[in-house]
T-cell receptor, first 115, second 113 residues
Framework: AQSVTQPDIHITVSEGASLELRCNYS??????LFWYVQSPGQGLQLLLK??????LVQGIKGFEAEFKRSQSSFNLRKPSVHWSDAAEYFC?????????????FGQGTTLQVKP | GAGVSQSPRYKVAKRGQDVALRCDPI?????LFWYQQALGQGPEFLTY????????KSGLPSDRFFAERPEGSVSTLKIQRTQQEDSAVYLC???????????FGPGTRLLVL
């Protein structure tokens, strides 16, 4: 079955510290992957995406993610967290061969930033 | 340019009432998606449109849920005889094509009492 796992439900980091949010997927088809961020009461904002090519992708707000096919992972990183990064983060996976674009989302990771 | 818009932003319904949720996609986007997000969960796929054609409705939880996009632009998600378990945020997304970046609206928060 297709699934996306975000093992950490809640993470707290100090402002200025580095961050890594984990994402593992189980998918039969060749995947494409996204990270979205959601602030309270808001929709999902795209942080970055991987379709093909370079497995290290850069996104907005200083975020990056690395696609590791052998580990079925797409972890999100940021070298120095800002207080405004506190939000909920979702990893999502789709199939490049799909004709309907259905995305499977993880459960989300809530990021809290300590001053 | 304008992003995806949804209305209403909040909807309170009594159990058994019918509701209609509207989505205005980004102009020119062929693909339109509806997702349901329960509290504390990630979004779950409901249905997909390519222009006016509903190509995938595998995620609709019951026959009380119905979606349409008659002119290939605005879409409406209708829920008949609402139940408490329908309480969730309903997200709409649009994209240039099926396997393209999906841009999400702010969602409609539905509470069924």
């Amino acid at each position: 079955a297709q699934s996306v796992t975000q093992p950490d439900i809640h993470i707290t980091v100090s402002e200025g510290a580095s961050l890594e949010l984990r994402c593992n997927y189980s998918y039969g088809a060749t995947p494409y992957l996204f990270w979205y961020v959601q602030s309270p009461g808001q929709g999902l904002q795209l942080l970055l995406k991987y379709f093909s090519g370079d497995t290290l992708v850069q996104g907005i707000k200083g975020f990056e993610a690395e696609f590791k096919r052998s580990q079925s992972s797409f972890n999100l990183r940021k070298p120095s967290v800002h207080w405004s990064d506190a939000a909920e983060y979702f990893c999502a996976v789709g199939a490049r061969s799909s004709n309907t674009g259905k995305l499977i989302f993880g459960q989300g990771t809530t990021l809290q930033v300590k001053p | 340019g304008a992003g995806v818009s949804q209305s209403p932003r909040y909807k309170v319904a009594k159990r058994g009432q019918d509701v209609a949720l509207r989505c205005d996609p980004i102009s020119g986007h062929v693909s339109l998606f509806w997702y349901q997000q329960a509290l504390g969960q990630g979004p779950e796929f409901l249905t997909y449109f390519q222009n006016e054609a509903q190509l995938d409705k595998s995620g609709l939880p019951s026959d009380r849920f119905f979606a349409e996009r008659p002119e290939g632009s605005v879409s409406t998600l209708k829920i008949q005889r609402t139940q408490q378990e329908d309480s969730a945020v309903y997200l709409c997304a649009s994209s240039l094509g099926a396997v393209e970046t999906q841009y999400f609206g702010p969602g409609t928060r539905l509470l069924v009492l």
